[in-house]
């Protein structure tokens, strides 16, 4: 990907979507290589990551954190090296990971990056999944909210995906049963055999209610919410008392333009609520746990070392190519964490 160093290509915001995000709504633009001022750092992208979350950015809905604003660069967190830095902490050629954007190049505060250490050295992408936030939400949510207990039962929505395939794994390790509900046959199978799932259902299979029904016979002791929609009414019915639910994401509901028609579920959720004495909780990975994030690295750093945690990438080329890539995620096209190469390094 050969381009001038003295112009930078950012993907930004066009039009808010309404419904499924389309290509109108982005726009590659080119401008000036920014620059660099006392405190500062310029970093060249080398990997981006893609996530659910960004499709709430899109909205001006509110929210637990600000919008795009229309002609702004789409957020994202990214893998960066940094090419001239004016802080003492830096120094050229160092790799960073924060949240840069859709965009080859960027310059920010010091304070709004952290350098790679350990694994993430060798392979850097890892910053954006295992020993990133993914990693972190699936450990802080599962251990936190979610509090696994040897012996319990465990299910995980989006199980094949970068919190899901951990929040399974982290599981296992601390003696559950564990299992996952993913989009496929191909991804259920890769659960049980690379991550270590007792079983994983597909759920765009028919009677997902009682394949689950079947799978988890002791009923369901922790059920890590990724998904919503269908698959949190398979789950409904089979909580024991005293569940636990982390509520991470709701993917399945993210380009709803209005509420699901049908019959209301609010009644039958609040009344199990109150006679299992459910434990439901979201929350915002960095807002609500971000002085914890040594304690999660430390561990986790050590999980990954050893092989007890494994992690799958989805890998895409190219700037230009993240819309498209990111249409992909809100349909559960990917197949593990899904990162834009953006640079060579």
């Not at 060249?44 to 990551?49: A, M």
């Not at 004016?86 to 310059?107: E, I, M, R």
């Not at 986790?300 to 700037?319: C, I, P, Q, S, Y």
Request: hydrophobic share 40%.
């Amino acid at each position: 990907m050969s381009q001038s160093q003295s112009e930078n290509r950012r993907i930004v915001l066009a039009s808010r979507p309404h419904g499924k995000p389309v290509d109108d709504n982005f726009r590659l633009e080119k401008s000036p290589l920014p620059v660099a001022k006392e405190g500062q750092l310029l970093l060249r992208t080398i990997w981006l990551s893609l996530d659910p979350y960004m499709r709430g950015r899109m909205s001006d809905a509110p929210s637990y954190a600000a919008p795009v604003q229309i002609g702004e660069v789409m957020t994202g967190g990214a893998v960066s090296r940094v090419v001239e830095s004016h802080n003492p902490d830096f120094k050229t050629g160092d790799l960073v990971v924060g949240s840069t954007g859709w965009q080859d190049y960027a310059v920010v505060n010091a304070s709004e990056v952290k350098k790679l250490e350990g694994a993430a050295l060798k392979q850097p992408s890892l910053a954006l999944g295992v020993l990133g936030m993914p990693g972190f939400t699936a450990f802080m949510g599962l251990l936190d909210i979610g509090e696994p207990k040897p012996g319990e039962t465990l299910v995980v929505a989006a199980a094949t995906g970068p919190v899901g395939s951990l929040v399974g794994q982290i599981g296992k390790i601390k003696g559950c049963r564990v299992v996952g509900i993913a989009g496929g046959e191909e991804k259920c199978r890769y659960a049980v055999e690379h991550f270590g799932f007792d079983e994983c259902l597909d759920h765009r299979a028919p009677d997902l209610d009682q394949r689950l029904k079947a799978a988890c016979p002791d009923g369901i002791d922790v059920y890590f919410e990724n998904v919503g929609g269908a698959v949190f009414d398979a789950v409904l019915p089979l909580l024991n008392t005293k569940a636990r639910i982390p509520v991470c994401g709701l993917v399945s509901q993210y380009n709803a333009t209005g509420l699901k028609e049908g019959h209301d579920r609010l009644s039958l959720f609040a009344s199990t609520i109150l006679r299992k004495r459910l434990r439901v909780q979201g929350f915002i990975i960095f807002d609500d746990y971000g002085h914890r994030y040594a304690e999660f690295a430390h561990q986790m750093g050590e999980w990954f070392n050893a092989g007890k945690v494994k992690f799958r990438e989805d890998v895409v080329e190219g700037l230009e190519n993240a819309p498209q890539a990111f249409f992909g995620l809100l349909e559960g096209k990917n197949f593990g964490k899904l990162v834009v190469r953006v640079g060579q390094d």
